[in-house]
């Protein structure tokens, strides 16, 4: 059983900056991802940044405004977001894929964040 963890979303005006952190804790035999997806109202849940085996990827639209950092001895990742825009609005879910000690890998989701961008 694995359980990840979230936090830091909020209110924020555009221009400004929020810092997400999520947290994989359990049975966890070898981490080989932690990122962040977002989902907007009525859209389908998309990908924000990823740390895949110490790759890092970011969707066109947050590079250069969010930046990714990976703790591989926690299992924990942050997302610092900054310059955010009211499309940035949405529900920011965590991902950790992980070996679990049988060698099965699998996903784990957080509960998501809700970040919202308005004045």
């Known amino acids: 059983q694995v359980t990840v963890v979230e936090s830091g979303g909020g209110l924020v005006q555009p221009g400004g900056s929020l810092r997400l952190s999520c947290a994989a804790s359990?049975?966890?035999?070898?981490?080989?991802?932690m990122g962040w997806y977002r989902q907007g109202p009525g859209k389908q849940r998309d990908l924000v940044a990823d740390?895949?085996?110490?790759?890092?990827n970011y969707d066109d639209s947050v590079k250069g405004r969010f930046t990714i950092s990976r703790d591989n001895a926690q299992n924990t990742v942050s997302l610092q977001m900054n310059s955010l825009k009211p499309e940035d609005t949405a529900v920011y879910y965590c991902?950790?894929?992980?070996?679990?000690?049988?060698?099965?890998?699998?996903?784990?989701w957080g509960q998501g964040t809700q970040v919202t961008v308005s004045s």
């Open positions: 991902r950790a894929r992980y070996y679990a000690t049988n060698l099965q890998w699998y996903d784990d």
């Open positions: 359990g049975s966890i035999f070898r981490l080989i991802a």
């Open positions: 740390n895949y085996d110490g790759e890092v």
